[in-house]
Structures are given as C-alpha cells and as structure tokens.
C-alpha cells in the first residue's frame, strides 16, 4: 500500500511540476530538460526530449491497477510525444526505457482491450511509435561488426554533417548485447524481421569475440575491429545484462542456442568471478587474477538471474552480503570495497538488489525476503523522500541529496517493491504470463509462438556443450531443495557476521622473523624506521617525488617470502582506496589571513584544508610551537586558546591535531618540511585522515606550503604575537589608522626589506646547521 500510494503520489507531482520534460527534479521540483540544465555527461543521453518517465512508467500503471490513469497517460503519449527531435541519444538507453517503455504500454493496451473493459479505442498506436523509434535505432548498427554504435542522432541518425555522432570506436558489451529482448519483441509484434536480425548478429559476433579458453567476454569492444578495449570482466557495469538477455532470450524466445551460451558463460562466472559472497572482476586472458578490490552496486542483479536460472545457495549468499552492506549504509553505495566500506558513495535510488529480493521471494517465499523489502522502503520514506519525491543520494554517508529522480525509479523499483508485497487478489492479471526486460518492461512469453525470420545455422562445436545437469532446477522453492528449514539461515549468518566484522584478516602462519601484525596503510608513517623496513621486507619501496610526496612501488619478487609478497599487495590495494576515498570529495582552498596591525588583512596566505575538524568561522591568535606535534606538548599552557604552528612530519596529521587540542589549542597551521615548496607551482594539498573515525577532531587545521609558512614565521618572529584569520575565503581588509600614505609606503618597504634580510639570514644559519 505504500508503494502504491507513493507512486500515485509521485505521478500527480510529475503531472504539475514536471511534465511534459523527460525527468523529474525532485529538489527544486521542476521538470529536467536537456540543454536547459547544466550538463551531467553521459548520464543525459538517456534524455531526448521525449516525455522520457511517462514513457518508461506506462505498465507500472497497469500494474499498479491505476487503469484509468494508464489510458489518459497513453492518450498524453500520443498527442505530446515526438520522436524526431535533433539530439543525441544513447542507443542502450533508449532500446530499454523508450523502445521498451512503448512495448511494454503496448501489452498493457491489447490485455485489456481484449479483456474488454478498458483501451477499447486503442488499435495499436503506441506499437506505431516503437518502430519508429526501432527505425531510428537502426542507423546506430550500420558497422562491419553488427555491433551498434553507442549513440545515434534521433532525426539525423549516424555520420552525417548534422548527426553530431559517428565518430565513437568503442562501446560497452551491455550496451551491444542488451537490444535483444525489444528488438526482437519489435520484429514479432509487427512481422518485420530486421530488428531482430540486427540484434542477433550484434549478440553473434560478441560471442565469437569471447576469451575462448575462459569463456568470459571483456567490459568494452572496439565496434569496428572487436578488440577488447577493456579487459576486465565481472558481473557489474559494462557488461551485467549482457548476461541476462542471454538467458531471458531464451525463456521469451525459447531459442536452445541463448540458453547454450548462457550456460557456458555462467560456469566461467561461478569458476572464476564468483567467491560467494563476494563477485570480483577478473583478467579475461588470466582469470585467476583479480582485476579490482571493490565492487559496483549493479551487480546486485545477478542473485534475480541466478534464481530464475535456478541456482538458489549462491543467490541467497550474495543477496545476504548485499543486504548488510545496505544496512550498514542505508542504502548500497554505487561501489563498495571488499570490506564492504565505501568506495564510491553517490546512491542513484538504483532498483537492482529490490529486484533480486523479489526474486529470491517469489522462488523461496521465505517472510526473511519481506523483511528485506520492509527495510529498503522504510529507508527510502526516512533518507530519500523530499517534497516533490524521492532524490538520489549524493553521499550514503553524509545523507546529502541530488538533484535527480531517474526514470527508472519508477519504471522499476516501485514494480518489484509492490509485487513484492502484493497478494494474489492485488494483481489484476498472471506476471507469470510475462518476462521482465531489465528495465522492468513486461513482454508476453506468447511471443515465442509469433511468427518470425529463421535463426541462422551456429558453429557451435561440441566441445562448448555443456552439461547442465546441475541447473535442471528452475525458481525451486527451497523448501523443496534444502528440507532443513534453516539451512537458507545457515548460510545467511556468517555473511552477517563477516560484514559486522568487516571481514577479519583469517589467521595465518608467518615465517621467522616476522611475528608482528602485517603493517597496514592507515598506520604507515614515511620517516618511521621500522615502516620502512616493513616495507623492505614486503618488497615495496618508497620514492619521495620533488613535491613533497612519496610513491610506493611494489616487486613481489624482492620480497622476503610468499606471505610478504603477500602482505605487500595487500597493503598496496589498502593504500590505493585509501588514496581513493581521501581524493574522493575535493575541497576548495582555504585562506589563513594576517588581520593584525600592521597587515590589517592585506597579507593572505593560500592554505591547503583537511578532510577533518571544524568549519572555519572565527578570528583567532596564533602561536609558533616548536614541536612536530607528534607527542604531548610541553609548552601545553603557552599553546591554550591560540593556533599552534606544526612541522610536517612524523605522524599523521589527525594525531598533530589531536595532541594540540589537548593543550587546549583552538587551531592548527602545518608547515610543510619541503623547501621550496609554495602554491604557486604545486597542486592544492588536502590533509587526509588517518585511516580512523576523526569526529573527535573538533579545531580547524590548514596546510601552508613551505614559502607561505615562511611569511607567516617572520611575521611571527617580527611582531611575536600575530592575529591571524582560517578561513573558507579572505574577509574584507579592516581600515587602518590613517597615516600619511608616503611614509606609509615607506615603512612597509623598510619591513619587507627587514624580513628579506632575517629571511636570507635565517636561511643561511639553516644551511650551517
């Protein structure tokens, strides 16, 4: 009932605020349109001005029993909706939300008119509409591979002067082997074969370009020559539905051949990509060989595929890793480590993990599976429902929002969460009548009977047959399979405690000599000795680069033993996300401004931020400490109520801070070690965390390059006591006392004289030293 009453909700607003533009903006409540918003990049090829929610939500409604509305948005879609508009769009995108969205209203229309009570004027029109955007796809697959280019202009189509496409040589094997399903739809609805040809010999050629000793097909192909450009494989983005048309083909279209292929590719993917709970992408050419640590939240879908292929445990295992990594974040984040933290945070309200819960539920009817559902909608109403609908997060950790309600939203979440919940008397027609495209568009299965083109001989070999004895099994209840009603808890429990506990490193034997715990990232120091000796040891070494930097670079074969090497790799995969989430959310620079006499806040220091402490609001006093801020300060009592300055070096930047704000300090400034440094000619430095929760820090810390730091320590060391400014931009400059402006030029002439002088002393007395 929420569901429902939500999705009705969210079709009035769309009605008032958004139609007739292609998306909702739920924030500022106002229709998304091409061009007329700041552009988002590959994301808005989905939109070509052509009503795209209204579209792609049609058979929700059906579904939903909001007939009534169904047939008034089929009559808005008919009088409103143009398909000729000079824009490019993306050919993935537009087979499964519009080419798919008008087939799937399309059904709709013809199962109740012939149910006679409902569409009874209809004949066929929005079956007219989907050929003619199937005829504007078309252009899109004139290559020498068959595989379609990835985008095509929608009046202009492909390479002419006024196209504006043409030009791309590579697409994603998703979007080159998803077009099956509605083009072949396309073909048997209206007689014409040559959409289903064209999608067959995209599907054709990306199966002969397979890795044939793995059996696994790359994430993007070159569409001219079939070279993969991208080598790695997994079951996420790029190449996730590649994989279930394949087997979906087979169920509308009841073809032997797509169910062969599939089986083939799925033993390679339970062979080398599956590590139950985990799915990790691997080398195509050496897939025993882990191409990533973390993993995208699209593959979410694949336990729904296993369960309609019928291999339940590993279904069940997987779904449980995705459902704790959602409840330790709220919602699954658009990419998560294999300890499942945080790579990518952004959360796009994604359909994919309710889809695989519906599935789960529908083959097991285990009451855990709405337990599920339960949580994924009552996150939804508390994190992501605003005024005029539900937002996309910008950050799962943070709970900030984006401006951006994709169509999908509703043409699939809302479905598979209502059908989740509904009981038999909810439907108004038999979903098992109907496939589910992986846009959630409903096909009828009766099209396997409709007249179509023969399929072309295969050169399908004997040795790519494939025993499929263990798959005889097709949605088993597991009930049925497992007789032991807690079996499915069994396997559920240990992913449970594995992502409380994310994922203890197993106990290990370790050679002589190396007793002590493996050094981990977030403790590594640069200047510690025994590090660096651990690093020796693990066969990493460390490179200090001209800007105050260091690289790691790591040869397992310099290491020590097998379980070095080994600790070494693991250590470099820690360093590399923790690298990734530091440089994750880029902040501005900030300023560190002299307000005191005689500066008057003309003299502003560019300063690096830190990913950690407070806003910076207030005018403070600050104080040279002479302390690397690394251990208790002795001068404690000197330091409280002012900002302390701080060498770089030693320990992390989250432990300097800590000591001073124990001394009592209310701010912090570091000094860079590195001479000669300056932000005139480095890039800005954000000073990272270490590894750890720092909500404790609660004092703002800046970063000053080794040239702005010295301005700072003369101005100190000529008037000992300076007012300073940290703060996110400088203030307006206070007013001066008013001085005759000769021997005010003056005077400030005769002190930067003085200070180069104390400044090329002090340097010379650094150069005896």
């Given at each position: ?374 949580t994924v909608l009552d996150n939804l109403n508390r994190f992501a429902r605003v005024p005029c609908g539900f937002a996309a997060m910008k950050d799962v950790r943070t709970g900030s929002h984006e401006d951006r ?252 801070a800590r000591h001073i704000m124990k001394a009592g300090a209310i701010g912090g400034i570091v000094i860079d070690d590195n001479e000669g440094s300056s932000s005139d000619t480095a890039p800005l430095f954000q ?83």
């Amino acid at each position: 009932q929420t569901a429902l009453s939500c999705c009705i909700y969210i079709g009035c607003v769309l009605q008032d605020h958004a139609y007739p533009a292609d998306e909702l903006m739920p924030l500022t409540c106002r229709g998304r349109v091409r061009g007329l918003e700041p552009s988002r990049g590959d994301v808005d090829d989905a939109l070509g001005k052509f009503s795209l929610t209204l579209i792609d939500t049609l058979d929700t409604l059906v579904l939903l029993n909001k007939t009534t509305e169904f047939e008034e948005a089929v009559r808005r879609v008919l009088t409103d909706v143009r398909l000729d508009n000079d824009i490019v769009v993306s050919v993935f995108e537009t087979n499964i939300r519009v080419l798919g969205g008008l087939l799937g209203g399309h059904s709709m229309a013809v199962m109740l008119k012939d149910a006679g009570h409902h569409m009874q004027w209809y004949q066929d029109e929005l079956l007219h509409m989907a050929k003619d955007v199937g005829l504007r796809l078309l252009p899109a697959f004139n290559t020498s591979s068959g595989l379609p280019y990835p985008r095509v202009n929608l009046k202009h189509g492909i390479r002419g002067p006024e196209s504006r496409t043409g030009t791309e040589t590579d697409t994603c094997t998703a979007c080159a082997g998803t077009i099956i399903l509605e083009f072949a739809a396309l073909s048997r609805f209206t007689g014409d074969p040559v959409f289903e040809v064209h999608a067959r010999r995209a599907l054709d050629f990306l199966w002969e370009k397979r890795q044939r000793n793995s059996n696994l097909v790359g994430t993007t192909i070159n569409i001219h020559s079939g070279e993969w450009v991208r080598r790695d494989s997994g079951v996420g983005a790029g190449i996730d539905s590649y994989y279930e048309y394949l087997l979906k083909a087979y169920i509308l279209l009841g073809d032997d051949l797509f169910l062969q292929r599939f089986n083939i590719h799925y033993a390679s993917i339970m062979k080398y990509i599956s590590q139950p709970p985990l799915l990790l992408d691997v080398h195509i050419h050496k897939p025993l060989l882990p191409a990533r640590t973390w993993m995208d939240s699209l593959l979410a879908f694949f336990p729904g595929l296993q369960v309609l292929k019928g291999d339940i445990r590993p279904a069940i295992e997987t779904h449980e890793m995705l459902y704790q990594v959602t409840k330790k974040h709220n919602f699954l984040p658009e990419a998560f480590t294999t300890d499942f933290r945080v790579h990518w945070a952004q959360h796009p309200l994604r359909p994919e993990f309710a889809e695989s819960t519906y599935f789960l539920y529908k083959a097991t009817k285990d009451p855990y599976y709405l337990e599920v559902g339960r949580t994924v909608l009552d996150n939804l109403n508390r994190f992501a429902r605003v005024p005029c609908g539900f937002a996309a997060m910008k950050d799962v950790r943070t709970g900030s929002h984006e401006d951006r309600m994709d169509s999908f939203f509703l043409a699939e979440m809302f479905k598979y969460l209502f059908l989740l919940f509904a009981e038999e008397e909810d439907l108004t027609f038999n979903v098992e009548d109907y496939i589910f495209t992986t846009e959630a568009h409903l096909l009828p299965l009766s099209l396997s009977t409709a007249p179509h083109a023969p399929s072309p001989p295969t050169n399908t070999t004997s040795e790519e047959e494939l025993d499929d004895s263990n798959f005889d099994w097709t949605c088993p209840n597991t009930r049925l399979l497992f007789p032991d009603p807690a079996f499915p808890r069994n396997l559920r429990d240990p992913i449970r405690s594995a992502v409380d506990k994310s994922c203890p490193r197993p106990a290990i034997h370790r050679e002589p000599g190396m007793g002590r715990p493996p050094l981990r990232a977030q403790d590594f120091m640069a200047n510690n000795p025994d590090h660096l000796e651990l690093l020796r040891r693990m066969g990493v070494s460390l490179i200090h680069l001209k800007d105050g930097r260091v690289q790691l670079v790591q040869h397992a074969t310099q290491a020590v033993s097998a379980v070095a090497a080994e600790d070494g790799m693991r250590f470099m995969q820690e360093m590399m996300e923790l690298s990734s989430q530091q440089q994750k959310e880029q902040l501005p620079p900030r300023a560190v401004q002299i307000v005191s006499h005689p500066f008057f806040g003309r003299v502003v220091l560019t300063s690096g931020p830190a990913q950690f402490g407070t806003d910076l609001s207030k005018s403070i006093t600050g104080v040279s400490v002479s302390s690397f801020g690394c251990a208790e300060l002795s001068n404690a009592a000197f330091v409280q109520g002012r900002i302390a300055l701080l060498q770089r070096g030693q320990c992390m930047f989250a432990e300097k801070a800590r000591h001073i704000m124990k001394a009592g300090a209310i701010g912090g400034i570091v000094i860079d070690d590195n001479e000669g440094s300056s932000s005139d000619t480095a890039p800005l430095f954000q000073m990272a965390g270490d590894g750890r929760n720092t909500d404790d820090v609660t004092l703002p810390l800046l970063f000053l390059f080794y040239k702005e730091g010295n301005i700072l320590l003369e101005a100190l060391k000529e008037y000992r006591e300076v007012e300073v400014l940290l703060s996110d931009k400088a203030r307006d400059r206070e007013e001066e006392p008013e001085v005759d402006k000769d021997s005010s030029r003056k005077s400030v002439e005769a002190m930067m004289a003085d200070w180069r002088e104390d400044l090329e002393a002090f340097q010379q007395m650094e150069d005896e030293l």
